[in-house]
């Protein structure tokens, strides 16, 4: 038999279906997304503009396609005019296959024009064959090239389609968890660049825009649920790296000071404030001498990543401004 529920502590009628847990409020799925929707929107009134064309980095899994689908609510009761369009990476691994197919589900039932593009097609690899290739013990995961490649590819199609914002997937969690990240690495420019549609120098950096920083991972996956969103739950098998860490301890310190996240990204997010009106840090960009994509240094991440792939997976990997697939 079922358990019983307790009932919203919002409207008193339906039966809850998530516990906030900084407060211990329960909430029905339609006062959850009330919630969620009203966080969603004081991000998107903020850094949204009349005219936009917004890609949204559809990975599959829950959180990109709760953005995708928030983006496409907001858009039908918004006054501001935008494009919403959606780009997936297949990075080659199978985990990424069962989302993919989440993905176009997802973008058919809400009639959202969908680019699926493959990272060996710009880069000449995938991260699985990285995985696979990697010497044991050696310093970088296959998970940190990834991470860059996959990026590479983003910037890349986004601007190639005209689109004016990136917005990513990102919840509460995944910002705090970076904001550590960069803190714990004393990397104070990344700090300052980590803020909402931050314009780069470049102009050939798109925009990126977070619409679920203010929401919990929690609170995304009751709600796609709810929803009956598709999207996919696996998380990716290949996840290494600090941030596993970070996520961990994080969660063990909720549970004895429950609302610590909020309190910490609002804190952390303050001295980032005072960081850019100080002024203090001043980026030069250039273009990356093999790929042409906006760096500080000579060569851009992305492509030092793929020199120092090429001994391992012993072959030419692709540095040009052409996609295989014929797409500059
Ligand atoms: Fe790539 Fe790492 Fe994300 Fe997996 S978790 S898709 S390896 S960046
Ligand atoms: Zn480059």
Redesign the pocket.
């Known amino acids: 038999m079922r358990a019983v529920r307790p009932l919203c502590d919002r409207c008193g009628h339906r039966e809850a279906i998530h516990t906030v847990r900084a407060s211990g409020e329960n909430l029905c799925g339609e006062c959850l997304f009330q919630d969620v929707r009203s966080k969603v929107y004081s991000v998107l009134d903020r850094v949204l503009e009349d005219g936009d064309k917004v890609a949204v980095a559809l990975s599959g899994g829950k959180d990109s396609s709760l953005t995708l689908y928030m983006l496409k609510e907001y858009r039908e009761n918004s006054r501001l005019n935008f494009e919403l369009t959606a780009i997936t990476v297949d990075?080659g691994?199978p985990y990424?296959r069962a989302a993919i197919e989440e993905a176009s589900k997802l973008t058919a039932m809400l009639g959202i024009e969908h680019r699926i593009v493959s990272m060996s097609d710009y880069h000449g690899v995938n991260?699985a064959e990285i995985r696979s290739a990697l010497p044991a013990g050696w310093r970088r995961s296959?998970?940190t090239y990834?991470?860059v490649l996959?990026r590479w590819v983003i910037n890349r199609v986004a601007r190639d389609m005209g689109a004016t914002k990136v917005a990513t997937g990102h919840n509460l969690d995944d910002v705090l968890q970076t904001h550590l990240m960069n803190l714990a690495r004393g990397d104070v420019p990344a700090l300052a660049r980590s803020g909402q549609a931050v314009r780069s120098p470049s102009p050939k950096m798109v925009p990126r825009i977070k619409p679920l920083a203010l929401v919990r991972e929690r609170e995304v996956a009751a709600l796609v649920l709810h929803l009956g969103i598709p999207a996919s739950f696996g998380k990716?098998p290949?996840?290494t790296g600090m941030r596993v860490g970070v996520r961990r301890a994080l969660d063990e310190l909720e549970i004895s000071s429950p609302g610590i996240k909020e309190g910490l990204v609002q804190g952390i997010e303050a001295i980032i404030a005072r960081i850019r009106l100080s002024e203090g840090i001043k980026v030069e960009l250039r273009e990356c001498r093999l790929c042409g994509e906006p760096t500080t240094g000579e060569l851009c991440k992305a492509c030092q990543m793929k020199q120092e792939l090429e001994p391992i997976v012993q072959r030419a990997l692709l540095f040009g401004s052409v996609a295989r697939d014929g797409s500059s």
Do not use: D, I, K, Q
Request: charged residues 25%; contains cysteine; hydrophobic residues 25%.
């Open positions: 990075e691994t990424r991260v296959a998970c990834c991470g996959r990716c290949l996840t």
